[in-house]
């Protein structure tokens, strides 16, 4: 499978994960721990990051931790806003 082929394929199972909630708009990059990408909040009509983990680095004990914190930065910005 190609380069093109397994970007899609993430990008397609991003945007099924992520439903109609957000729309995704295009990858910002990514390294060997993650990936980054713009997404569109639908409901607020605004440009957000997302970022998702390597399977390899994934684990259940920072997953509470790391959606802790994205809540805390999320309600932060849209006090800025």
């Known amino acids: 499978m190609g380069g093109r082929q397994v970007n899609a394929d993430i990008r397609a199972q991003l945007q099924t994960a992520l439903g109609v909630a957000y729309t995704i708009e295009r990858e910002l990059g990514g390294g060997g721990m993650s ?27 920072h997953s509470a931790r790391r959606r802790s914190s994205a809540r805390v930065r999320a309600r932060r910005r849209d006090r800025a806003s």
């Open 35 to 61: 990936r980054v990408f713009v997404a569109h909040e639908t409901a607020l009509g605004r440009a957000v990051v997302v970022k998702i983990l390597t399977p390899a680095h994934e684990c259940s004990a």
